[in-house]
């Protein structure tokens, strides 16, 4: 469970500064994602307000801040699109029933104490999902950055692209990087959204597009519906944005708690996501989840407990509600600025770069998500990259490792190593093999297609060193217990040993440990050599010249068996 935090007054004076600045930057933020999302820009406020609130009281996090995020937003936005006109008073309801029903799923999944069912989605999925996001929220806000009509071709939008529209836009994104490039990463994005609309302002520029009003005073008369024509639409994509959210928000908060030595209980987390979910879906907001942004900049401003969340919810609900006209001041273009350089920051490069390199396996998941992800259905796109991912370690999984090594010739004792890598000889009678992967009914025959590549007639002993194998299931011990019954039957034998204890008995209920004719477990290598080598072939042991093993002094043809021979009473 996580620890309580303590609430004393240096904490508390800490969490008042960390979320006064933490609203103050959600500001240009929310309203962003209300707009990626389709709705009124005011719905990011207020669930910058009730979301963010709402999971600070129910979550485990102590330094995250729960919220609209670009990529929540842009899948509430591809799901309930298919069912609306966006801004509709349909599409609204629509958006609160999605919220509603992921907020449901989520808290079942924390009451189940089903929270580490998110680590099956692998860290490459959300990557290539993210990476993806991106690109679609980029050309989505091509549109206002231009001025042009967004149901026009790309070709119609540049010819009608109004240039004070482009200028507005490319000057607040030339802001940020600025006010970056200056040190003041946190602020940035207000400092540009600020300078962009000073400029529009000064400008005279009374023909470019403004958010709005934006009214916090009155909640919108909008409530999830239930119908039974609805919901069974509603709940594929209801359960991807709850993914989604449970997804980001544990990744959050585990990162943040390893900064801050916080201990984070999953199923907590869980359940205070669903809970801000349901409650926001009843006061008009946006699905909500940990935001990786404004999460690190309310820790990096010295955030103690989740009264910074609490503060930051106050400090937007108090800006908003001191100047409602606002959003008259705000640029579309100049918003349009502000979501692209998100869109940019939602790309993880050194992510990226480090999974390409990691294997064709997780450059294939990542290429499969990022590609569903743009050009599929959004909703599945996280189901599909999970599926993949599945195939991939299947597909690696059902090859294990498995190495021939021979002990070094140069160093005393059984150290054994990779024969192929180190040009070592090996044994013409006894073949080592060394497994690393769990022996399961996918692994079966690349197991046993090794097995019988070392092993024949001629090569009928085979060692098996089990110390790299993490299970043996059903199928793979009845494929040891064939393996073993063929060698015995060419006049060999299979040894398996430094099996772990749970797989050893494993091996031993399966019934298998028992059909082989001789026991065929042993506790290690050096026990395991010593017991076979004096079982194999005399005449093949005199023609050897190999005699890797110390125990092949004292066969035939060695030293130690010959001058047992040549001594008085040798034969007695």
Known sequence: MARRPRFTLTALRADAVAGGIGGLLALPQVIAYALIAGVPAEWGLRSAVVVTAVAALAGSSREMITGPAAALSLLTFAVVSRHAEPGSGDYLVLVVTVMALAGVMQLAVGLLRLGRLVNFVSHTVIVGFTAGAAVLIAWSQVPELLGADSAAGPDAMLRQAAWPSVATGAGVILAILVLRRLGLRGG?????????????????????????????????????????????????????????????????????????????????????????????AFLGCL?????????????????????????????????????????????????????????????????????????????????????????????????????????????????????????????????????????????????????????????????????????????????????????????????????????????????????????????????????????????????AIAETVPGLDDATCARCTVRIFRECAARPGGPAHAAAISSPGAGT
């Open 188 to 280: 940035a994005l207000l400092g540009g959204l600020v300078a962009g609309s000073a400029g529009v302002a000064l400008a005279g520029g009374g023909d470019v597009a403004r958010v709005g009003t934006l009214s916090l005073a009155s909640l919108p008369d909008i409530h999830p519906v239930v119908s039974p024509g609805v919901l069974p639409q509603l709940v594929p994509g209801a359960a991807a944005i709850a993914l989604l959210g449970l997804l980001e928000a544990a990744a959050i908060a585990r990162a943040l708690g390893r900064r801050s030595g916080q201990r984070i209980d999953a199923d907590r987390e869980c359940t205070g996501q669903g809970v801000s979910n349901l409650v926001g």
């Open 287 to 527: 699905p909500g989840t940990g935001s990786f942004t404004r999460s690190a900049a309310n820790q990096e401003a010295g955030a103690r407990t989740s009264v910074a969340a609490l503060v930051s919810a106050l400090t937007v609900a108090a800006v908003a509600l001191a100047w409602p006209g606002l959003g008259q001041w705000l640029p579309l273009p100049a918003m349009a600025g502000v979501i692209l350089v998100v869109a940019v920051r939602l790309v993880d490069v050194p992510a990226i770069r480090e999974i390409l390199h990691a294997g064709r396996g997780e450059a294939a998941v990542l290429v499969a998500t990022f590609l569903a992800t743009v050009f599929l259905e959004l909703a599945y796109a996280v189901l599909i990259g999970v599926v993949v991912s599945l195939f991939v370690y299947l597909a690696q999984a059902a090859r294990p490792r498995i190495v021939e090594v021979a002990p070094r010739a140069d160093r005393p004792g059984r150290d054994l190593r990779n024969a192929g890598k180190h040009g070592l000889a090996v044994c013409p009678q006894l073949a080592v093999l060394r497994v690393d992967g769990a022996v399961f009914f996918g692994a079966v025959e690349h197991v046993r297609d090794a097995v019988r590549a070392h092993t024949g007639p001629q090569r009928p002993y085979l060692l098996v060193i089990g110390s790299g194998i993490p299970l043996v299931d059903v199928a793979g011990a009845g494929m040891l217990a064939e393996e073993a019954e063929r060698l015995e039957g060419m006049g060999g034998a299979l040894v398996i040993c430094s099996l772990k204890d749970d797989v050893r008995r494993a091996l031993h209920r399966t019934g298998h440990a028992d059909r082989a004719g001789q026991p065929w477990l042993s506790a290690n290598p050096g026990t």
